[in-house]
């Protein structure tokens, strides 16, 4: 095909060098309106992306890192519910606005409202100053103009207030609070973990369906060298089917490796707060560090109990149940408050005080005490219950990832090892070459293997990385990513 051309070419008759010229200039505008625009849309396309900075927005835009600060200010709402809110004044107005009253008097049917003094307005107001102590106010304007004021305080004597169920409610949401700061921090750790294994594997992903690429020009070039030497009957007519056949198979999974890539690269990008996916990644690295693990097992195992988020819900769960329980078992059907009124009927009048203590009996409850305090104890039962699977659970997942870290470990001296001898034949194929022993097909194909090889061993490595990040999280230790990036745990 070349030579025809070349032949071609030389029997053309040469323009003239004005007309040259020309052809040569507006080749040459063309061809760099060409490049121009075709750099543009790429340049805009082509953004890196590095391992560092996709860890820098993993904190900031990860939809962990959202959920924990949901969560955050979940909990600050409640405790805001349970303790904030119930101390701040409350008020409020209570009027008829209209309605009809009848008798068999001379009056008959009236219309009422408390906007024409035929029925009180009513001011009320609360303000609770500690678990069962209150300050409450009542304005009331009756018939006539007349008007009472009254201010009351009300302590809760017995039984104690500690064990109301605001109160209790109060403390459970004080200690969830208590727990935001370090679940907001294992978030972040979370998605720097998770964001460092998904780049490594987009980098492979991606260098596989460059492999990919090539393979199909290799087979694309077979395809032809086949249907060639079908033309001269030094091929079967299977052999070209064959080929064809491993060409089209060839396409379909370089076609699917990059669907899925740029489907993957989406869903990457949309967790880092990016609007589009089609930003470019670092090279891989030719070698990377393999830290060792020199962890004792029951060690470990104490260090994830002190640091396991499960454990510590559990744990809250227990505590919140044996304050139920133990309000439960303290309820009686007797109660005493303390009451003192200040009321003051008209403005000129001396305002009337009196004090004095309320005692309630209850005569029957239904059972609701006794459903309450068995109701409370099998919630502890199943509380404790929880907290001691959890750490059992605890337990076994510090052992299986150890067992994991283990292989994985093994994993990696496995790629070593393919590796080494794929590029050991890569070498040797290329001095067959040189001795014209081994065609260029078969070099190509070996550095394939060998790039194949390299990108195992680089995915053997990352696998453990990430397994032993995410062990090194659960005990509560510093996060170094690759040994070089460090991040501080809860």
């Known amino acids: 095909m070349k030579r025809r051309s070349n032949e071609a070419a030389a029997g053309a008759v040469s323009p003239p060098l004005a007309l040259k010229a ?23 396309a082509e953004t890196l992306l590095t391992l560092e900075e996709a860890l820098a927005r993993a904190v900031l835009h990860h939809p962990s890192v959202w959920e924990a600060d ?54 009320s107001t609360n303000w609770q100053l500690a678990p069962g102590t209150s300050l409450s106010g009542t304005f009331r304007t009756l018939q006539d103009d007349n008007r009472v004021a009254t201010l009351s305080l009300n302590r809760q004597i017995w039984p104690s207030p500690v064990h109301s169920g605001s109160e209790i409610a109060r403390l459970n949401a004080l200690e969830a609070l208590e727990e935001v700061p370090g679940q907001q921090e294992r978030a972040r750790v979370a998605a720097l973990i998770d964001v460092y294994a998904r780049y490594r594997q987009l980098q492979i992903e991606e260098a596989r369906a460059e492999l990919l690429a090539q393979s199909v020009a290799a087979k694309e070039e077979q395809h032809a060298l086949t249907a060639a030497r079908r033309e001269r009957g030094l091929a079967s007519e299977e052999e070209l089917i064959q080929a ?6 060839a396409r379909a999974d370089l076609e699917r490796a990059q669907r899925n890539l740029s489907l993957t690269k989406q869903a990457f990008a949309r967790d880092l707060g990016l609007s589009r ?14 830290p060792e693990i020199d962890l004792v097992l029951e060690e470990a195992i104490d260090a994830a109990l002190a640091e396991s988020p499960d454990v510590r819900a559990a744990e809250r769960n227990v505590r919140a149940a044996e304050r139920r329980y133990e309000a439960a078992r303290k309820a009686t059907p007797f109660s005493v408050d303390f009451t003192a009124n200040l009321t003051m009927r008209e403005w000129d009048e001396s305002p009337t005080a009196a004090a004095y203590l309320v005692g309630t009996y209850d005569l029957a409850d239904g059972g609701s005490r006794r459903i309450e305090r068995e109701e409370a104890k099998l919630a502890l039962e199943r509380a404790e219950r929880a907290l001691e699977t959890a750490r059992e659970g605890v337990k076994s997942d510090v052992a299986r990832r150890l067992s994991e870290l283990e292989w994985l470990r093994k994993q990696i001296e496995f790629a070593e090892t393919s590796l080494s001898l794929a590029r050991r034949t890569y070498e040797a194929r290329l001095e067959q070459a040189r001795l014209g022993v081994a065609t260029e097909a078969a070099v190509e194909e070996s550095r394939r293997a060998a790039e194949e090889a390299h990108l195992s061993y680089v995915e053997a490595v990352v696998s453990y990385e990430a397994a032993r990040l995410e062990l090194w999280h659960m005990l509560g230790r510093e996060i170094q990513i690759e040994g070089k990036i460090g991040y501080p745990s809860p």
């Open 22 to 44: 020309r052809n040569y200039a507006g080749v040459l505008i063309a061809a760099v309106l060409a490049l121009f625009c075709a750099w543009t849309p790429a340049s805009k």
């Open 70 to 123: 949901a969560s955050a200010r979940q909990a600050h709402l409640e405790f805001e519910r349970s303790h904030e809110a119930g101390r701040r004044l409350q008020a409020s107005v209570n009027a008829q606005l209209g309605g009809f009253r009848w008798s068999s008097g001379e009056d008959g049917l009236k219309f009422t409202s408390s906007f024409t003094s035929d029925s009180p307005i009513t001011l």
């Open 244 to 249: 064809a056949l491993d060409l089209d198979k």
């Open 277 to 290: 996916g089609d930003f470019r990644l670092e090279p891989l690295p030719e070698a990377m560090a393999v």
